[in-house]
């Protein structure tokens, strides 16, 4: 008995570190393109052509992150990004979390049929209603303005909204009771005792509708012509397509770089909720 | 991290919460009392902001489109009303019909990417060490804006410098110039594709694993059920609904891809090989005004979706049950 207990670990142990070998392998597939990137942006012109590869750049040219802000439109770009997402992310979490609390734990006519309703739109793709809203959005005059990216979403979020009231459904309604029989108002209720109760589901969902505005395209490269009114990733989009005929894909390679490091710093910092609630998110369907 | 996010508080369809929510049923509508009405105000108000929105920003567009999708329309001037026409050019519009045949085909990527992701899942679920590391490594491409991803990636498919033909070298292989190629562009497409999602679907899969009782497969050892067995009898059957759960979404995702093919293949790719459904959509509406005729293709793309969307809800509700 005992020395087939043994010979078990053992093979259980062998198995263990075969799997760590393809698991570090597979990890160098997925990690490469990203540390090419920015090996690739401290390149000279000739490392950049150079075969074989070159990974550490002989001498780093930290001068191309110097010469990307000075003659792109990356910092503005950064700047209309941040207005979008944080914008659109406040304001949005703010009606959502309100909507999700009227939705779960109110006396409203039709609730049911306001919850399908809303729900009905997810069944919607944004392609689908695209040309719709560009017209619409062209006859106010807010084609080349952030408007058209802010202002649809500020009045929220259906799936966040779904959350929300699906988590509300937990809490006791004897509580609220409670707090009517004491004389708060709805406001109050809300504000004092339905947001903290919240506030975990809200930082999730709010985390990964940041990550999802700051990273969207489709939008932006429909409504922004401006090259100072665009938003981060159609910057570089553009300057991908501008400095490649030039060849200087160090410039393009460090403005792709840091489009992501925001992200990049929010999920390094917030990665157990983030993969958490991407967890969650995913199972609950 | 408190209590109140683990998956027995938030998630859907865990016996906890059911029962939480057996405890305390929903106010009611009924009751006419002034205390009553004041509350239904307050209701409407605080859920007004997302109905407005909706009626505003996709039913009116909706109909909107609907009724485009019968004209012959630039989005400036007037419409002009062409009946069926759009519908039936469409029939006949063989960059459509490619583009279709296009995005479909990137689907390919939804099974690789799935059997990569579960093998990745079973292999995270042992104690190793670095288990963290590389779980944050394999979602980094996740939480990427695919932008940046994209130009990365078309520098990589480059056939003279790219760093996959670099890496085909190696093995004294000679790449194609991938993005230049109409039989390696969708291949590079769809690569591309699962390298970005992988992290995603494995994390899913890891999540359904670990919420296996170890009791199934301690009685199925007893049992002398071998590894493969057990994955068989157990795991697959168990994270079926992650399966059912993704391969939906993958392809109303997919149904939708158009960010990496216009920044790889600004042009549709060599002979229209790469561009999808949407690509062709937009040129179509905003190179040459075609506002009408990209609407009803935007139409019949709507539909594709929805009804996916409609299948994903049947499926879901059947996946509640499976994972209580």
Redesign the interface.
């Given at each position: 008995m005992r020395t087939k207990d043994l010979s078990r670990t053992t093979r259980s142990r062998i198995?263990?570190v075969i799997?760590?070998i393809?698991?570090?392998a597979?990890?160098i597939?997925?990690?490469?393109?990203?540390l090419?990137?920015i090996s690739?942006s401290l390149k000279t012109q000739l490392e950049?052509?150079a075969?074989?590869?070159v990974w550490i750049p002989e001498v780093p040219q930290w001068d191309t992150y110097v010469r990307m802000w000075q003659d792109s439109y990356v910092l503005s770009g950064f700047r209309n990004s941040a207005i979008v997402a944080f914008t659109v992310t406040i304001i949005g979490t703010f009606?959502?979390s309100?909507?999700a609390?009227?939705?779960?734990?109110?006396?409203?006519?039709?609730?049911n049929a306001?919850f399908i309703?809303?729900l009905s739109?997810?069944?919607?793709?944004?392609?689908?209603?695209?040309?719709?809203?560009?017209?619409?959005f062209?006859r106010l005059g807010w084609v080349d303005t952030l408007l058209p990216l802010i202002v649809?979403a500020?009045?929220?979020n259906?799936v966040m909204?779904f959350f929300l009231r699906?988590?509300l459904?937990?809490?006791?309604?004897?509580l609220i009771e409670a707090a009517k029989i004491d004389g708060a108002s709805?406001?109050q209720i809300?504000w004092r005792m339905i947001m903290p109760?919240i506030r975990?589901?809200v930082a999730?969902q709010f985390i990964l509708w940041f990550?999802a505005v700051?990273?969207d395209?489709?939008a932006p490269?429909?409504y922004l012509n401006t090259p100072e009114k665009q938003t981060l990733?159609?910057v570089?989009?553009n300057m991908?397509?501008q400095y490649a005929t030039q060849r200087d894909?160090p410039l393009?390679?460090a403005a792709?770089?840091v489009?992501?490091l925001p992200?990049?710093a929010v999920?390094?910092v917030f990665?157990?909720?983030?993969?958490?609630?991407?967890?969650?998110t995913?199972?609950?369907? | 991290?408190?209590s109140?996010?683990t998956?027995a508080?938030?998630?859907?369809?865990t016996a906890a919460?059911k029962k939480?929510?057996r405890?305390?049923?929903?106010?009611?509508?009924g009751?006419s009392t002034k205390l009553?009405r004041i509350?239904?105000r307050?209701?409407?108000l605080?859920?007004a902001?997302?109905?407005?929105?909706?009626l505003?920003?996709?039913?009116?567009?909706?109909g909107?489109?609907l009724v485009?999708s019968f004209t012959r329309w630039n989005?400036l001037g007037a419409m002009q009303f062409v009946g069926l026409d759009n519908y039936v050019a469409l029939l006949s519009d063989e960059r459509f019909h490619l583009s279709l045949y296009n995005t479909f085909f990137y689907m390919l990527g939804i099974p690789i990417g799935l059997a990569l992701s579960l093998a990745?899942a079973l292999?995270?679920n042992?104690?190793?060490?670095?288990r963290a590391?590389?779980?944050?490594?394999?979602?980094?491409?996740v939480?990427?804006?695919?932008?940046?991803i994209?130009?990365?990636?078309?520098?990589?498919y480059n056939g003279?410098?790219g760093?996959v033909n670099?890496f085909l070298a190696f093995f004294g292989i000679e790449g194609p110039n991938w993005l230049a190629d109409a039989t390696w562009s969708k291949p590079a497409i769809i690569m591309m594709a699962v390298?970005k999602g992988?992290?995603?679907s494995m994390?899913?899969y890891?999540?359904?694993i670990q919420?296996v009782p170890r009791s199934l497969y301690e009685a199925a050892s007893l049992d002398g059920a071998g590894a493969w067995q057990r994955f068989r009898a157990i795991t697959l059957p168990m994270v079926q609904?992650?399966t059912f759960?993704?391969v939906v979404t993958n392809i109303?995702a997919g149904?939708?891809i158009?960010?990496e093919i216009?920044?790889m293949t600004?042009t549709g790719g060599p002979e229209y090989s790469t561009a999808s459904t949407?690509f062709h959509?937009?040129q179509q509406?905003?190179k040459y005004q075609q506002?009408g005729y990209?609407?009803a293709m935007?139409?019949v793309?709507?539909v594709l979706?929805?009804l996916i969307?409609?299948i994903?809800f049947r499926?879901?509700k059947r996946?509640?049950f499976v994972?209580d």
């Open positions: 198995t263990d799997v760590w393809v698991l570090a597979g990890a597939f997925m990690i490469a393109p990203l090419w990137m690739t950049v052509f075969l074989p590869p009606t959502c309100l909507a609390f009227s939705l779960a734990k109110m006396r409203l006519p039709y609730r306001i309703g809303l739109g997810i069944m919607i793709p944004f392609p689908t209603i695209m040309i719709p809203q560009f017209v619409m062209a649809p500020i009045f929220g259906i909204i699906q988590y459904e937990s809490v006791p309604n004897s709805y406001w809300f109760i975990p589901a999730a990550m700051w990273n395209y489709l490269i429909l990733q159609v570089i989009a991908n397509v894909y393009i390679m792709s770089f489009s992501l992200i990049l999920f390094l990665q157990r909720q983030i993969i958490e609630s991407i967890a969650l995913g199972s609950k369907g | 991290m408190t109140a996010t998956p508080a938030v998630g859907l369809g919460r939480a929510a405890r305390t049923p929903a106010p009611q509508d009751g009553h509350e239904r307050w209701a409407l605080f859920v902001a997302p109905v407005i929105g909706y505003l920003f996709v039913l009116y567009p909706t909107y489109a485009a989005g990745l292999a995270m042992r104690r190793l060490v670095g590391a590389f779980r944050t490594i394999y979602y980094i491409p939480i990427s804006s695919l932008a940046a994209a130009i990365l990636w078309q520098w990589a003279d410098f760093l670099q390298w992988l992290g995603y994390l899913l890891l999540a359904a919420s609904p992650v759960f993704l109303i149904a939708m158009f960010t216009q920044i600004p949407v959509i937009w509406a905003f506002m990209a609407t935007a139409i793309l709507g979706i929805l969307t409609l994903q499926l879901n996946s509640s994972i």
